[in-house]
């Protein structure tokens, strides 16, 4: 987040609303992960201010801001986030486009909240036609469709998307935010297919990830410290040679 904040202040200096606005969206993506709900949708909103008339990187940032208000449990705004991201890029883009696809992911994962299966299956198999899904999108898509059919009690058609997501795992181009909603899937669905044995497993496999991520988090965060530190250290030391020289 550091080397962010230093690029929205030399932004600033610079009046380059573009580097702000990228600044702020990357910081916010960040903290939601850390469950920083609030925190993250103020600095989109401000993202979002700065992009100006960079429509796909405003239907971006719309997006994330969706994802926000859906995981506050506010589904008119995130609807409306979510609209509005499409409307901006469709004038743009091609159906295929990756902000494209992430505001219909989105879109589909916000139906299947409302309760209103057979509307998110249709955007998800709409996505499917898409060839340039990369692995971690297929994964996403076919874990998506898996919690439709749970969530509707199609266990068939539930069991055969889980299955394509168990067999893309342990790939590394699974992004690890991705495996651990995986894995909460799994486990639930085990359960509800009274299989105990296989939803502890599940379960600490998951445990085992979110272990992984949280140390992750804490080593980058104490070399963030770190970098700030020496960065203010070399800040005062100039500072120190400045009023020197003019003593």
């Not at 068939?156 to 495996?179: C, G, W």
């Amino acid at each position: 987040i550091w080397s962010f904040k230093e690029a929205e202040q030399y932004g600033g200096l610079a009046g380059d609303s573009l580097t702000m606005a990228q600044a702020q969206y990357r910081m916010g993506k960040m903290i939601l992960d850390d469950g920083l709900k609030e925190e993250s949708l103020a600095m989109l909103q401000t993202a979002s201010l700065y992009f100006g008339d960079h429509i796909v990187d405003k239907a971006l940032v719309l997006n994330m801001m969706g994802v926000c208000y859906m995981l506050q449990g506010d589904v008119d705004d995130a609807e409306s986030c979510l609209k509005q991201g499409l409307l901006k890029v469709g004038k743009y883009q091609s159906n295929s486009s990756k902000a494209n696809l992430k505001l219909l992911n989105n879109y589909a994962v916000l139906y299947r909240l409302q309760g209103e299966y057979d509307k998110a299956v249709n955007i998800l198999r709409q996505m499917f036609v898409n060839s340039n899904l990369n692995e971690d999108e297929f994964f996403m898509l076919n874990l998506n469709l898996g919690n439709v059919y749970f969530d509707k009690k199609v266990f068939d058609s539930a069991t055969l998307y889980y299955n394509r997501v168990v067999k893309l795992l342990h790939s590394e181009k699974i992004m690890p935010n991705t495996q651990l909603a995986a894995y909460t899937a799994l486990s639930l669905f085990a359960v509800s297919q009274n299989n105990d044995s296989l939803a502890l497993f599940y379960r600490e496999k998951h445990e085992e990830l979110l272990y992984t991520v949280i140390k992750q988090r804490q080593e980058q965060n104490i070399y963030r410290i770190q970098r700030q530190y020496d960065y203010e250290s070399l800040q005062n030391s100039m500072n120190q040679k400045i009023i020197w020289r003019h003593r």
